[in-house]
Protein backbone atom coordinates (compact mmCIF):
# COMPACT_ATOMS: atom_id res chain seq x y z
CA UNK A 1 0.00 0.00 0.00
CA UNK A 2 1.41 3.36 -0.73
CA UNK A 3 2.29 5.67 1.48
CA UNK A 4 0.15 8.71 2.04
CA UNK A 5 0.88 12.23 1.73
CA UNK A 6 -1.29 15.39 3.47
CA UNK A 7 -0.43 18.64 2.34
CA UNK A 8 0.48 21.83 5.41
CA UNK A 9 -3.54 23.09 5.09
CA UNK A 10 -4.27 20.18 6.24
CA UNK A 11 -1.86 19.35 9.21
CA UNK A 12 -3.04 22.96 10.41
CA UNK A 13 -6.13 21.87 10.27
CA UNK A 14 -6.07 18.81 12.27
CA UNK A 15 -2.94 20.36 15.04
CA UNK A 16 -5.44 23.96 14.61
CA UNK A 17 -1.57 25.70 13.96
CA UNK A 18 -0.79 28.38 11.36
CA UNK A 19 1.37 27.47 8.79
CA UNK A 20 4.23 29.04 10.08
CA UNK A 21 4.20 27.25 13.08
CA UNK A 22 4.32 23.98 10.79
CA UNK A 23 6.93 25.34 9.02
CA UNK A 24 8.77 26.11 11.83
CA UNK A 25 8.18 23.02 13.29
CA UNK A 26 9.68 21.39 10.04
CA UNK A 27 12.63 23.35 10.19
CA UNK A 28 13.57 22.85 14.00
CA UNK A 29 12.68 18.97 13.82
CA UNK A 30 13.66 18.07 10.57
CA UNK A 31 16.14 15.42 11.09
CA UNK A 32 12.54 13.44 12.86
CA UNK A 33 10.74 14.16 9.36
CA UNK A 34 10.54 12.82 6.09
CA UNK A 35 12.45 14.58 3.75
CA UNK A 36 9.44 15.98 1.71
CA UNK A 37 8.57 18.08 5.32
CA UNK A 38 11.42 20.38 4.00
CA UNK A 39 11.45 20.39 0.32
CA UNK A 40 14.17 22.32 -1.76
CA UNK A 41 13.32 25.57 -2.23
CA UNK A 42 9.89 26.02 -4.45
CA UNK A 43 8.63 22.96 -3.44
CA UNK A 44 5.56 22.09 -1.29
CA UNK A 45 5.74 20.64 1.84
CA UNK A 46 4.51 17.18 1.99
CA UNK A 47 4.14 15.07 5.26
CA UNK A 48 4.07 11.01 5.10
CA UNK A 49 1.80 8.86 7.67
CA UNK A 50 4.90 8.57 9.21
CA UNK A 51 5.17 11.96 9.85
CA UNK A 52 1.84 12.12 11.51
CA UNK A 53 2.11 11.15 15.25
CA UNK A 54 5.68 12.60 15.08
CA UNK A 55 3.82 16.31 14.17
CA UNK A 56 1.37 15.22 16.90
CA UNK A 57 4.14 14.73 19.64
CA UNK A 58 5.04 17.77 18.32
CA UNK A 59 1.82 19.82 19.05
CA UNK A 60 1.17 17.99 22.20
CA UNK A 61 4.57 19.20 24.16
CA UNK A 62 4.20 22.28 22.10
CA UNK A 63 0.71 22.69 23.80
CA UNK A 64 1.80 22.57 26.82
CA UNK A 65 5.19 25.01 26.55
CA UNK A 66 7.58 21.61 26.66
CA UNK A 67 11.29 23.45 25.42
CA UNK A 68 12.24 22.18 21.66
CA UNK A 69 15.63 20.38 23.31
CA UNK A 70 12.72 18.26 25.48
CA UNK A 71 10.51 17.66 22.32
CA UNK A 72 13.78 16.84 20.26
CA UNK A 73 14.74 14.35 23.23
CA UNK A 74 11.33 12.79 22.87
CA UNK A 75 11.37 12.30 19.00
CA UNK A 76 14.78 11.05 19.28
CA UNK A 77 13.88 8.55 21.78
CA UNK A 78 10.99 7.15 19.78
CA UNK A 79 8.19 8.77 21.37
CA UNK A 80 5.19 9.65 19.33
CA UNK A 81 1.49 10.62 20.00
CA UNK A 82 -1.70 9.87 18.55
CA UNK A 83 -3.05 11.34 15.56
CA UNK A 84 -6.49 13.67 16.69
CA UNK A 85 -9.04 12.15 14.33
CA UNK A 86 -11.40 15.06 13.44
CA UNK A 87 -14.87 14.92 11.36
CA UNK A 88 -15.04 15.63 7.91
CA UNK A 89 -16.74 18.89 8.93
CA UNK A 90 -14.38 19.79 11.43
CA UNK A 91 -11.90 19.47 8.90
CA UNK A 92 -13.90 21.74 6.62
CA UNK A 93 -13.74 24.65 9.17
CA UNK A 94 -10.65 24.40 10.22
CA UNK A 95 -9.01 24.04 6.90
CA UNK A 96 -11.78 26.84 5.46
CA UNK A 97 -9.92 29.09 8.38
CA UNK A 98 -6.40 28.35 7.65
CA UNK A 99 -7.24 28.94 3.99
CA UNK A 100 -8.45 32.37 4.92
CA UNK A 101 -5.34 32.89 7.38
CA UNK A 102 -3.79 31.93 4.42
CA UNK A 103 -5.21 34.23 1.94
CA UNK A 104 -4.65 36.93 4.35
CA UNK A 105 -0.83 36.26 5.00
CA UNK A 106 -0.81 36.31 1.16
CA UNK A 107 -2.74 39.40 0.52
CA UNK A 108 -0.42 40.92 3.49
CA UNK A 109 2.94 39.85 2.01
CA UNK A 110 1.69 41.39 -1.58
CA UNK A 111 0.70 44.82 0.28
CA UNK A 112 4.47 44.93 1.83
CA UNK A 113 5.85 43.51 -1.59
CA UNK A 114 4.00 46.76 -3.33
CA UNK A 115 4.75 49.03 -0.48
CA UNK A 116 8.76 48.11 -0.61
CA UNK A 117 8.14 49.16 -4.66
CA UNK A 118 6.68 52.03 -4.07
CA UNK A 119 9.78 53.38 -1.71
CA UNK A 120 12.16 52.48 -4.14
CA UNK A 121 10.51 54.27 -6.65
CA UNK A 122 9.85 57.37 -4.28
CA UNK A 123 13.52 56.82 -3.87
CA UNK A 124 14.24 56.92 -7.42
CA UNK A 125 12.42 59.62 -7.72
CA UNK A 126 13.72 61.52 -5.12
CA UNK A 127 16.95 61.15 -6.41
CA UNK A 128 16.04 61.90 -10.08
CA UNK A 129 14.75 65.18 -9.02
CA UNK A 130 17.37 65.87 -6.69
CA UNK A 131 20.18 65.43 -9.97
CA UNK A 132 17.45 67.46 -11.75
CA UNK A 133 17.47 70.46 -8.97
CA UNK A 134 21.09 70.31 -9.64
CA UNK A 135 21.22 70.31 -13.19
CA UNK A 136 18.56 73.36 -13.32
CA UNK A 137 21.07 75.05 -11.10
CA UNK A 138 23.78 74.83 -12.97
CA UNK A 139 21.92 75.98 -16.40
CA UNK A 140 20.86 78.42 -14.51
CA UNK A 141 24.49 79.72 -13.69
CA UNK A 142 25.31 78.81 -17.55
CA UNK A 143 22.69 81.11 -18.77
CA UNK A 144 23.63 83.98 -16.09
CA UNK A 145 26.94 83.39 -17.36
CA UNK A 146 25.98 83.82 -20.94
CA UNK A 147 23.70 86.70 -20.41
CA UNK A 148 26.65 88.68 -18.85
CA UNK A 149 29.13 87.26 -21.88
CA UNK A 150 26.28 88.66 -24.35
CA UNK A 151 26.83 91.97 -22.27
CA UNK A 152 30.06 93.11 -22.90
CA UNK A 153 29.84 92.01 -26.50
CA UNK A 154 27.18 94.55 -26.84
CA UNK A 155 29.19 96.42 -25.11
CA UNK A 156 32.43 95.66 -26.55
CA UNK A 157 30.67 96.06 -30.48
CA UNK A 158 29.35 99.35 -29.21
CA UNK A 159 33.24 100.51 -28.01
CA UNK A 160 34.11 99.29 -31.56
CA UNK A 161 31.33 101.06 -33.44
CA UNK A 162 31.85 104.29 -31.34
CA UNK A 163 36.07 104.01 -32.55
CA UNK A 164 35.07 103.35 -36.20
CA UNK A 165 32.59 106.35 -36.03
CA UNK A 166 35.40 108.51 -35.09
Wanted: charged share 30%; proline share 4%.
Amino acid sequence: MANLTYATPYICALFGVSRQTVANWCVRYAKHLSESANPPKNRHREYTDDDLPKLALIAQMSNVRRPPAEIDKALAAGERAEVPTISDRTLAERTEGTRHFVLMEAALAKSEARAVEAEARAVAIQVTSHEQSGQIKLLKTQLDEYKQEIRQLYEEIALLKAKDNT
